[in-house]
């Protein structure tokens, strides 16, 4: 198979060379650049490569061509290329058309002429973008391979982690793949013994646990050090801000993640709010570009390893490890976050990865290609996974309790769905029963004003509902309301505005400080925090001079 391409179209053939000079400059040894002087020129090349099935990874195309625009073009080429990246190519007078087509959710990003100098104004922009794309790409050629069936929750909890750690793989369908076999016997295994994953070298691990497949991928399970300045529990928006702001001002900072960086906001297939990325960009993409930002500060991530008990021990907090080991610091942030809440109806805990999923990620959308997907849930996260299903799945239907999208969603994404031809919204409806055997077979949902009940054919149902904290093994250490969130600073002074039981400081507990000195909280954990990505990250942020302040 070819590198994948970069496909680039203007009718000027000056700015054509110079884009393919500067693009070869920095993205030869990955991709090959490929060159058209028009609309129609371009779609014959896309044509026979489709024909050839040859990966495009990305489309640049210029907006000012004459017969077909590069905004046409490129959602145009969408049927040939549902995955590759788009960028329109634009002078200072067509941000309104790049506007626009960002707001359909046609393009990726825009890059305005001229790009001089190249290192500052299109390489940055490239780099994010074709990381993202060679993350979510599938080839033949992958070299970790997963082995077993579409329904095996197993399979689900494996993909999700590797998704999550940016690891790209191939998932072999042993139902629909006959390599998926010849593979099997030649490792001398029969279906009875999966999933198994094989790895590049050739190794192999049937049926393994997530820290297995840590250690062969060679991710950092174990502290380097016995003692840090800072850890930091939880690796979402606010944990990964903590270690970048902790880092970055020199404190030695350790961070410990359950699963995978981004904590929920990882799983989120669009966050487009976010101040300075005006295209939008995925919960992966941003966990991606944090850990990086932390790591070059010299911030320390392990993962996955669960924290499972705190220990004071005068002016020293410990950490204990699901593993037994035990590290020591002088302050602990917990941003842990929190998770979807369970949905409570018959049938549905024998089902979980096999048809119902909590939450959901970007590699979860493309299993659902053409079947018909509903989403439990109004708020933000199940709008955005909507949107974004709504481009691989037949059709997509919203099963909200509210009577409309209004009471918890943001207006953008209202707009968004009512603009989606193939999104339905039932409002006043909740999933009362789901039934099947071996994986989701339908769903029974109930409209609470009419009480009308309808038992619907349903091979995927996301939940997106309520969030609770990861907090059960901390209440006996940090005092927490009654829903589990930790409190802090002014919620933690009684009536009269005394100090919390046990506080043996003169001074008030700062304000994300919780009821034990130089432990701090940040983020969705946090009682009375504001469940939005910004949020959490201003407050892990906050809580590093915060922190300071304490040290000092």
């Given at each position: 198979m070819e590198k994948p391409a970069i496909v680039i179209?203007?009718?000027?053939?000056?700015?054509?060379?110079?884009?393919?000079?500067?693009?070869?400059?920095?993205?030869?040894?990955?991709?090959?650049?490929?060159?058209?002087?028009?609309?129609?020129?371009?779609?014959?090349?896309?044509?026979?490569?489709?024909?050839?099935?040859?990966?495009?990874?990305?489309?640049?195309?210029?907006?000012?061509?004459?017969?077909l625009s590069g905004s046409d073009l490129l959602r145009v080429s969408r049927e040939l290329f549902p995955q590759a990246k788009r960028i329109l190519l634009i002078s200072y007078t067509d941000t309104h058309a790049a506007v626009h087509e960002i707001n359909e959710g046609r393009i990726d990003y825009y890059i305005v002429k001229p790009w001089d100098p190249p290192e500052q104004c299109l390489y940055p922009a490239l780099d994010d973008i074709l990381t993202g794309w060679l993350i979510a790409y599938d080839p033949s050629l992958t070299p970790l391979r997963v082995i077993d069936h579409r329904w095996s929750p197993k399979l689900y909890k494996i993909g999700r982690f590797l998704a999550r750690n940016q690891v790209p793989y191939q998932w072999l369908d042993i139902e629909n793949r006959p390599d998926a076999l010849r593979l099997l016997e030649h490792l001398n295994l029969n279906r009875r013994k999966l999933p198994v994953v094989i790895f590049p070298d050739g190794s192999y691990l049937v049926?393994?646990?997530?820290?297995?497949?840590?250690?062969?991928?060679?991710?950092?399970?174990?502290?380097?050090?016995?003692?840090?300045?800072?850890?930091?529990?939880?690796?979402?928006?606010?944990?990964?801000?903590?270690?970048?702001?902790?880092?970055?001002?020199?404190?030695?900072?350790?961070?410990?993640?359950?699963?995978?960086?981004?904590?929920?906001?990882?799983?989120?297939?669009?966050?487009?709010?976010?101040?300075?990325?005006?295209?939008?960009?995925?919960?992966?993409?941003?966990?991606?570009?944090?850990?990086?930002q932390a790591e070059r500060f010299g911030a320390e991530i392990v993962t996955p390893q669960k924290a499972c008990r705190i220990k004071v021990n005068g002016q020293y907090r410990s950490v204990i490890m699901q593993d037994k080991s035990e590290v020591h610091c002088h302050t602990l942030l917990l941003a842990c976050g929190v998770s979807y809440c369970q949905l409570d109806v018959p049938g549905i805990s024998a089902l979980v990865g096999a048809g119902v999923y909590y939450g959901a990620s970007v590699s979860e959308a493309i299993l659902c290609k053409d079947e018909d997907v509903y989403i439990v849930g109004g708020a933000n996260?199940?709008?955005?996974?909507?949107?974004?299903?709504?481009?691989?799945?037949?059709?997509?239907?919203?099963?909200?309790?509210?009577?409309?999208?209004?009471?918890?969603m943001s207006w953008y994404l209202i707009n968004q769905i009512n603009h989606t031809p193939n999104i339905m919204v039932k409002t006043n409806t909740r999933?009362?029963?789901?039934?099947?055997?071996?994986?989701?077979?339908?769903?029974?949902?109930?409209?609470?004003?009419?009480?009308?009940?309808?038992?619907?054919?349903?091979?995927?149902?996301?939940?997106?509902?309520?969030?609770?904290?990861?907090?059960?093994?901390?209440?006996?250490?940090?005092?927490?309301?009654?829903?589990?969130?930790?409190?802090?600073?002014?919620?933690?002074?009684?009536?009269?505005?005394?100090?919390?039981?046990?506080?043996?400081?003169?001074?008030?507990?700062f304000y994300l400080e919780t009821s034990v000195p130089g432990i701090f909280a940040a983020g969705d954990v946090r009682h009375g925090s504001i469940k939005r990505v910004a949020s959490s990250v201003g407050e892990g942020s906050m809580a590093v001079l915060l922190i300071h302040r304490y040290l000092g």
């Open positions: 179209v203007d009718d000027t053939p000056e700015i054509v060379q110079q884009l393919k000079h500067d693009l070869e400059q920095k993205y030869s040894d990955r991709f090959r650049i490929i060159e058209a002087f028009s609309g129609q020129q371009a779609l014959d090349i896309l044509t026979k490569l489709s024909v050839f099935n040859e990966p495009v990874a990305l489309l640049i195309a210029d907006e000012q061509m004459p017969k049926n393994p646990e997530l820290p297995q497949i840590a250690d062969k991928l060679k991710l950092k399970t174990h502290a380097e050090k016995p003692f840090y300045d800072l850890i930091i529990i939880g690796s979402g928006p606010a944990g990964l801000a903590a270690a970048v702001y902790g880092a970055s001002e020199g404190l030695s900072t350790l961070l410990v993640e359950r699963e995978a960086p981004g904590g929920q906001a990882g799983l989120s297939s669009r966050i487009e709010n976010y101040l300075g990325f005006p295209t939008g960009l995925s919960g992966g993409e941003l966990a991606r570009r944090a850990v990086v996260s199940a709008g955005q996974a909507a949107i974004y299903f709504s481009k691989y799945a037949r059709s997509v239907t919203m099963l909200v309790r509210a009577d409309s999208l209004a009471k918890d999933v009362v029963a789901v039934h099947g055997k071996q994986h989701l077979e339908s769903i029974t949902i109930v409209n609470d004003q009419s009480h009308g009940e309808q038992t619907l054919p349903a091979a995927s149902l996301f939940i997106f509902i309520g969030a609770e904290p990861h907090t059960g093994w901390l209440k006996r250490t940090l005092k927490c309301d009654e829903k589990g969130f930790i409190l802090t600073g002014p919620d933690l002074m009684s009536a009269g505005h005394h100090k919390p039981e046990h506080w043996q400081l003169e001074r008030d507990p």
